[in-house]
């Protein structure tokens, strides 16, 4: 069983539906990364969080540490969001900082 | 906001040439460098990290003599892939860290994609 475990693998939404893309993982952890990586590549991060929720446009990311799982949501999802969705952890007594990754949830919004 | 470059973004070689990619923080100061590699489909493999003015930390099973780190100046690290082949074909991703604490944010470069025929 993989440290860090995404749900769903693969989602498709119509346009202008809400999107949720869950995390959760085994391992004590500082802080959890949702980063975006789109077809070409390119990685963005989206945020980096280690309690409660951040808010960024149309984008939330809330954290709960107890129960050990992060979501990210969508609202309003538009087709430019298509992409594949990373959550990362940095766990706990780290000294370098690395991050461990999920396998990705690939997201797919049709007009 | 923080910005991290990588050159080239693409590059094709033929087997036996060593290849060398950059990754620059640039507007930012960054004394840890990650450096990733991920093949079609998966997530990203750390392959070693690197610290600005000492040797690079390299993840089991990385050769640390096929995949050269120097971390010269605290804006630019580089990865030499030397006497490629084409299983090192795959996508090439750096991060760079902001700030000294090791939770602090990582900003990740575009990444370069390798072919090596």
């Known amino acids: 069983k993989n440290e860090v475990e995404q749900s769903p693998q693969n989602l498709t939404a119509q346009e202008g539906e809400f999107i949720t893309i869950n995390c959760s993982y085994s391992?004590?952890?500082?802080?959890l990364h949702w980063l975006q990586q789109h077809p070409g590549g390119g990685i963005v991060s989206l945020f980096m969080?280690?309690?409660g929720k951040k808010k960024h446009g149309r984008l939330i990311a809330t954290i709960n540490i107890q129960e050990k799982h992060s979501s990210l949501h969508i609202t309003a999802s538009h087709p430019r969001d298509s992409a594949v969705y990373i959550c990362?952890?940095?766990?706990?007594?780290?000294?370098?900082?690395?991050?461990?990754f999920g396998q990705g949830t690939i997201l797919t919004v049709h007009p | 906001g923080a910005v991290v470059s990588q050159h080239p973004s693409w590059v094709i070689c033929k087997s036996g040439t060593s290849v060398k990619i950059e990754c620059r923080s640039l507007?930012?100061?960054?004394?840890?460098m990650f450096w990733y590699r991920q093949f079609p489909k998966q997530s990203l493999m750390l392959m070693a990290t690197?610290?600005?003015?000492?040797?690079?930390?390299?993840e089991q099973g990385v050769e640390k003599d096929k995949f050269l780190i120097n971390h010269a100046s605290l804006t630019l690290s580089t990865l030499t892939v030397t006497s490629a082949h084409p299983e090192d074909s795959s996508f090439y991703i750096c991060?760079?860290?902001?700030?000294?604490?090791?939770?602090?944010?990582?900003?990740f470069g575009p990444g370069t994609r390798l072919t090596v025929l």
């Open positions: 991060s760079a860290r902001r700030g000294a604490g090791s939770y602090n944010e990582q900003f």
């Open positions: 969080l280690s309690s």
């Open positions: 990362a952890v940095h766990a706990g007594g780290t000294s370098y900082g690395k991050l461990t």
């Open positions: 690197s610290n600005e003015g000492s040797k690079a930390t390299y």
């Open positions: 507007d930012f100061q960054a004394t840890t």
């Open positions: 391992v004590g952890i500082s802080a």
